[in-house]
């Protein structure tokens, strides 16, 4: 990202591994040497009163629901923001907001589980509740969208303890809870994006296609960017030199 997307690399604090796919004890380990400021990629069972935010540096305090046997032992820096299931018409337990409803068709079938599970979270032990979608659905669904709207329309108003934050502003919040926090997060500006299409091949044995993809403000590189291409070394010195 911060090679190839033009992102500053002060802004890059956090990280959720792909599909929820846990790394174990070594995920942690080099989220720590790349000097992350928390992970967000562990499942937490579903309970009424959620899990808060904690730090690595003890053990986590329930079973991963994402993949045990992945679930990390070991003591580490990095925060971790649990993700707690939201609950869908009393019985379903889901991460993301539009699962289980594809043939839900009007903006109450997402609203009122939203409602439903904020008075949960406010009114038990104030964990933060986050709100997990994926863009391809947001950008085409428009009921989770008109959904959305009501509801920060609804809980701003609701009372002047109800913020709207990024995971790094509750993970320094926690740090020092003397920290004002705005009403809603101002997100950093972002950087204006030339964009590039690259089709290049891998230098990996396990990839031998050629991939496609987008990169911004750069040149395509000679090969697709992929880190089992390179030996340890060479690892190494890219995480000192960026």
């Not at 959620?50 to 679930?71: D, E, G, W």
Request: glycine fraction near 4%; include cysteine.
């Amino acid at each position: 990202m911060i090679n190839f997307a033009s992102i500053p690399k002060e802004t890059v604090t956090g990280f959720r591994s792909p599909t929820l796919t846990l790394g174990g004890n070594n995920q942690y380990q080099a989220l720590e040497t790349g000097q992350f400021v928390y992970d967000a990629s562990i499942v937490a069972p579903y309970k009424d009163v959620a899990h808060y935010p904690f730090s690595m540096n003890t053990q986590v305090p329930f079973p991963c629901r994402n993949q045990k046997r992945n679930c990390p032992w070991r003591s580490s820096n990095v925060m971790q923001f649990p993700i707690n299931p939201i609950f869908l018409d009393g019985k379903q337990h889901v991460v993301r907001v539009e699962e289980n409803l594809r043939e839900r068709n009007n903006p109450g079938d997402y609203y009122l589980p939203l409602i439903k599970n904020f008075k949960r979270f406010f009114h038990t032990n104030r964990t933060p509740m986050g709100i997990y979608l994926t863009l391809d659905e947001l950008k085409v669904n428009v009921d989770l969208q008109e959904a959305l709207k009501a509801f920060i329309e609804v809980v701003g108003d609701h009372d002047d303890k109800v913020r709207f934050v990024t995971v790094n502003q509750v993970v320094e919040w926690m740090k020092n809870t003397k920290t004002e926090i705005p009403k809603c997060a101002q997100l950093p500006q972002k950087v204006p994006c030339q964009p590039k299409v690259c089709t290049r091949p891998s230098r990996s044995y396990k990839l031998p296609q050629k991939f496609t993809f987008r990169i911004c403000n750069v040149d395509c590189p000679e090969y697709f960017p992929w880190t089992d291409a390179w030996n340890e070394v060479s690892f190494t010195k890219f995480l000192m030199d960026n």
